[in-house]
């Protein structure tokens, strides 16, 4: 079974451009999320999807950050204008709970985005 | 004060010493527990879950002590294949479900 695919694996580019990020997640997983790493931190969550809905946003910074999820499946993250404090691991994650009442179980991550702002 | 909080090591052990990792959580809301490891430059992976009676999973152990809302990881015989960062994870329900991670904490196997 495929696991969590993340795209690209690597990107650098220069403050102020647009840059986005792809997950898709395991088959039949409807919860999804991102999150974000840095250096010497755990994962820091910035949005958690039910199938297509946005269900926690709170940690998204609105401003520049933006996500969609439009048919239940895969995802995307843009940011636009990127900053050089948004330089980090994007972490893509989906698990088979976690929606409604139902306590979230294992989360399978992808590799991540590895971003790079100059 | 940070929800989930972690002593960040290094912790440098030589092979086969026994290592313990504590964590301790600030929100009562937290409902589920989780062990999880990332080696360097990778995703983290689920390790263990932790349940109030205690779990062991080969030369692994996870306590949960509620009352002190602190979580511990007990790993014995330690391998160099040990070396990574684990990253200890709560769920709490606050009106609706939210998975938070701790920073984690370095092991370092030596032989």
């Known amino acids: 079974e495929a696991g969590v695919v993340q795209s690209p694996r690597y990107k650098i580019i220069e403050k102020k451009q647009p840059v986005a990020f792809w997950c898709n997640p395991i088959?039949?997983?409807?919860?999804l999320y991102w999150y974000r790493q840095n250096l010497g931190q755990g994962p820091e969550l910035l949005i958690r999807?039910?199938?297509?809905?946005?269900?926690?946003d709170s940690q998204l910074p609105k401003d520049r950050f933006s996500a969609e999820r439009l048919k239940g499946v895969d995802s995307t993250l843009k940011i636009q204008p990127a900053e050089l404090g948004d330089s980090a691991v994007y972490l893509c994650?989906?698990?088979?709970?976690?929606?409604?009442?139902?306590?979230?179980?294992?989360?399978?991550f992808g590799e991540g985005s590895r971003l790079t702002v100059l | 004060r940070k929800e989930v909080e972690q002593d960040p090591g290094p912790f440098n052990v030589p092979e086969g010493a026994t290592v313990a990792f504590n964590c301790t959580y600030s929100?009562?809301?937290?409902?589920?527990f989780f062990w999880y490891r990332q080696d360097c430059r990778k995703e983290p992976k689920l390790l263990m879950s932790?349940?109030?009676s205690g779990n062991e999973d080969g030369r692994f152990t996870a306590q949960l002590n509620r009352a002190s809302q602190y979580i511990s990881l007990l790993i014995r015989d330690s391998k160099l294949s040990d070396s990574a960062t684990y990253l200890c994870?709560?769920?709490?329900?606050?009106?609706?479900?939210?998975?938070?991670f701790g920073a984690g904490t370095r092991l370092f196997v030596k032989a």
């Open positions: 994650a989906s698990s088979s709970r976690g929606q409604g009442a139902s306590p979230p179980g294992e989360l399978f």
């Open positions: 088959s039949g997983h409807n919860t």
């Open positions: 999807y039910e199938n297509e809905e946005a269900v926690d």
């Open positions: 929100n009562s809301a937290s409902q589920s």
């Open positions: 932790v349940y109030s």
């Open positions: 994870v709560v769920n709490k329900n606050t009106g609706g479900f939210k998975t938070i």
